[in-house]
């Protein structure tokens, strides 16, 4: 345990866990209040699936391409990563503070003929019991909680030797501020006012120095921009805003 966690100290927000909460009957519908990350999805699917492959070998045509391996959704909401890492055969673990965003899950992986452990569980209470995994979804999180190097260190602690961990979210810049927030909350009114906070906005070295600092390697970058004109997602060489990290544990 670490010293953070015993002196009662917690990765979770439980404001934030209240907001989403909140608007937990909304997670899979594709107009509701989380249309952006309906949208957002096959970027992040493609980009999964795709350094899965390359780390374990397998054929990203393969419908059970990762079959016999662990993955752990922590933040999984309602299970928006959990149900296609599930459908790739994977053995998925999906972990959320809410009681009620795991319920809307369960609901959902039933109707969708799916076997997911879902467990209203925090980061740190799966690493003290010593859980692992090859591969950490950590997608859009470290924004909402309570504290980000305790929350990085204690995912980062569960990969596996040879496992990789997927970081996912927003940048803390100027140009972040006007985009995903004032533009997507305020002026498109993508998301509800409030989602995000341009003070709990991480930085790259932000994620960077906790996880290194847990024995894992950066192996990879992307920014992740939006084209209005298509109306999609894609990868982009600009941080400035949305981006994803890759992080492996050598080994193996």
Known sequence: MTDASKAGKGTVDDTEVARFSAMADEWWDPTGKFKPLHKFNPVRLSYIKEKVCERFGRDPKAPNAFEGLRFLDIGCGGGLLSEPMARLGADVVGADPSTVNIEIAKLHMQKSGLNIDYRAETAEQLADAGETFD??????????????????????????????????????????YALAIVGAEYVLRWLPKGTHSYEKLVRPEEIETPVTGAGMEIIDRTGVTFNPLLDSWNRSRDLDVNYMLLASRPGR
């Not at 470290?142 to 961990?165: I, K, N, Q, Y």
């Open 135 to 176: 591969v950490v979804l950590n997608m859009e999180v470290v924004e909402h909680v309570a504290d980000v190097p305790l929350f990085l260190g204690e995912t980062s602690r569960m990969v596996r030797p040879g496992g990789l961990m997927f970081v996912a979210t927003i940048n803390r810049t100027l140009k972040a």
